[in-house]
Structures are given as C-alpha cells and as structure tokens.
C-alpha cells in the first residue's frame, strides 16, 4: 500500500526502555502503520552524546528495536533500523549545523539541564555532540522528508527547532531549490503528534519529575522488563495523597501523582481519563493501586516476554536491522542528492 504521509520517530538506547517510552512512543507507534509510511529508528548517534558503554550500547540497541516489534510493529510495513546504519544522518545533521544558530541550541532546555542552567556551568564536562543534537534529531526526521513525529512532551521543544530548521533551509536556499526545478519548499514542515493523557509520565516518587532512564531510584521508574512482583510492588508504594479519586478529570488539578496514575490507566487501556474516572471515582487507592498494577502486568508482560525472546536471536535481529537499515536508504539517497545539489557540492 502506498501512503502520502510519512511518519518518523526514535528512541536513544541510552538505559533500559520503561513505562514512559512505551505510553509516550511506542504505543502510539503502532497505529500509525497502518495510516501512513512509518520509519522507527534506534538512535544510536543521539546515545553517544553523553558517555555509553559499547557493550550496553549494542544491549540497548537490541532491546529496543525487539520492543518495537514486542509492542507489534511489523518489520514489513514499518522500516526498522538502527541510525548509524544509514551514514547520510549525520551527513545532513552536518549541514544543519551550518543551517541552525547557536542562539537556538542554546535555549534548548534539555541541554541546560544536563550542562546546568543558563550559564552551562557544567558545559566543561558535557560534549559538543550534547550541544548539537538537535539538528541531528532535524537531519534524522528531514532526511525522510517526514510529515509527522509522533514523540512525548518532552521532545517537543526539539521538534520546534526542527521545524525552524526546515523553514530557514528552504528560505536560505530558495533560489537554487527553484533552479534545480522545484516547485515550492524542498523540507516539509512536520508536524508534532503529541496528545493524549500520558504524553509525560511522571516518576512514581515525585509527580514534579518526568519518569526517565537515569532516575538515581529505581522504585519510580517501571522499566518495561520489570516482571509482574515488581511492577506491583513499585505502584503499590508510587507516592499519593491521601484523597480518594474524583470522578472527573478536572479534579485532579494540583493532584499531579494523582493525574499521573490515572493517566497510565487511561493510556493502557485505551480510555479517556473522564472515562476511567467514571468507573473509579470515590475510589481510594487500596481500590485503584491494584487495579493498575493488574492492567499494567497484563499489558506490559506479554511485551517483555516477546522481547527477551527476540533479543536472544541476535542474528534475526541483525538481518531485521540490516533490512530496515536498506530500505531507509533508499529513500534517504535521493533526498541527500537533493541537498548536495542545493547547496552546491560537486559531486
Ligand atoms: P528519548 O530516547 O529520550 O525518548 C524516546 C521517546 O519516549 C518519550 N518519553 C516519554 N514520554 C512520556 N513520558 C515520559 N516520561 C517519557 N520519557 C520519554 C520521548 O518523548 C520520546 O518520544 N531526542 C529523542 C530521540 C530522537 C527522535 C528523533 C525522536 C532522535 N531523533 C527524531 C523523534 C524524531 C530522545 O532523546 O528520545
């Protein structure tokens, strides 16, 4: 089947996949295969930017392109792959260092938190790479001539840029990307799919932090191959106030650990938040927390279990990757060409 649209997303193999990879991404990868052309990547080039073991590195790239394919993306309809498989990424992120103003890196909040704060007091320490990963993330979903990037909260700062940076090539470059015959802009402009109630999980210690792959404690975080005794163990302490559950959405404002578990609820079994709230309203946790940790194992165990199956085949992995990785190229040759041209390589 051929689709006008085509969908582009990653995930940095950086730490164990969990909870908020799978409600934020990968889930609502799935879908999508079915509505448009969809590449899902494992970045691995994005991971270097902060120090990654090798051994972890090809562990992580592994465990999550078989989470991919556990959560049921089909390696047939979706191109699957890892980035440094297809060396035309950081090609174009090179020429997107050249297309982006430092101004723009600077105001990126992901990195003022890892070099601290607005002075980057820590910018001794963290690598240039760190610095210049968003126009890698641009070149990854540009490279593709994406229309659409469906990623959690926190990404979205980062997709704007990526828009900025298609706006300006396209302005830059206007008259030569007219000479060569194009009709209008060479990049679309993609656009950010976002939305839904657990576009930003958060930890189950502190609903003001996001559930992320180096939380220091391991009880706010359900890593996707938790088994079942530790996933309800985790929500069974997950920090609460001592309130029962309203029965609508807006009752859990300034509830955040609150509004967190209700919101995986909805997000794993399909339901709006209202919804669920309807069932459970009045509820106190005693009631909600297992009903959670039931829907939780129920879901996430059958992907874990597929996983490990899959990771264990090494070979069928490579070749899975090695295809995807194949198929990708094929339709990022043409467009770098594109861009060679553009900006007037000789080649
Ligand atoms: P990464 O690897 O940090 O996260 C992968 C995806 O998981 C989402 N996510 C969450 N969603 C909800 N709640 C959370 N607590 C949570 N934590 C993570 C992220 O929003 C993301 O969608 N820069 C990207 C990877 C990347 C990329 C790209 C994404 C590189 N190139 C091109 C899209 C398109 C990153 O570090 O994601």
């Not at 999550?64 to 556990?70: D, E, T």
């Not at 963290?126 to 990963?133: F, N, R, T």
């Not at 656009?191 to 932090?209: F, Q």
Request: glycine share 8%; hydrophobic share 40%; with cysteine.
């Amino acid at each position: 089947m051929t689709f006008t649209q085509r969908v582009f997303s990653g995930i940095k193999p950086s730490g164990d996949l969990h909870l908020g990879n799978y409600l934020g991404a990968i889930r609502r990868f799935v879908p999508l295969q079915d509505t448009h052309e969809t590449l899902y990547c494992v970045v691995d080039m994005h991971a270097i930017t902060v120090w990654q073991d090798p051994v972890d590195l090809k562990r992580w790239t592994y465990e999550i392109a078989a989470a991919y394919i556990a959560a049921g993306l089909d390696p047939r309809k979706s191109i699957i792959f890892n980035q440094s498989q297809v060396v035309e990424h950081a090609e174009l992120g090179w020429i997107f260092n050249c297309v982006a103003r430092v101004g723009w890196m600077s105001r990126m909040t992901q990195f003022k938190d890892k070099a601290g704060g607005e002075g980057g007091e820590n910018s001794e320490q963290v690598s240039l790479g760190l610095y210049a990963y968003p126009s890698l993330m641009a070149a990854d979903i540009l490279l593709y001539k994406a229309t659409a990037v469906p990623v959690g909260d926190d990404q979205k700062q980062h997709l704007e840029l990526t828009r900025d940076i298609a706006k300006k090539f396209n302005h830059d470059y206007k008259k030569q990307i007219k000479a060569l015959g194009g009709k209008g802009d060479f990049f679309p402009v993609p656009e950010t799919l976002a939305t839904g109630p657990a576009m930003r999980v958060k930890s189950l210690k502190d609903g003001s932090k996001k559930m992320s792959k180096s939380d220091a404690s391991d009880m706010s975080t359900i890593y996707m191959m938790d088994d079942a005794d530790l996933i309800a163990k985790k929500i069974k302490r997950a920090t609460t106030d001592a309130d029962a559950l309203p029965s609508e959405a807006a009752g859990l404002a300034g509830r955040a650990e609150a509004e967190n578990l209700v919101g995986i609820y909805a997000s794993l079994s399909n339901r709006s938040v209202d919804d669920v709230l309807g069932e459970f309203g009045g509820q106190g946790w005693g009631v909600f927390k297992p009903a959670l940790a039931d829907l939780s194992v129920a879901v996430l165990a059958p992907i874990a279990d597929e996983m490990k199956r899959l990771v264990s085949d090494r070979g069928e992995m490579d070749n899975i990757l090695r295809d995807g990785a194949a198929r990708a190229r094929t339709i990022a040759e043409p467009v770098m060409a594109g861009v060679r041209d553009i900006v007037g390589f000789v080649r």
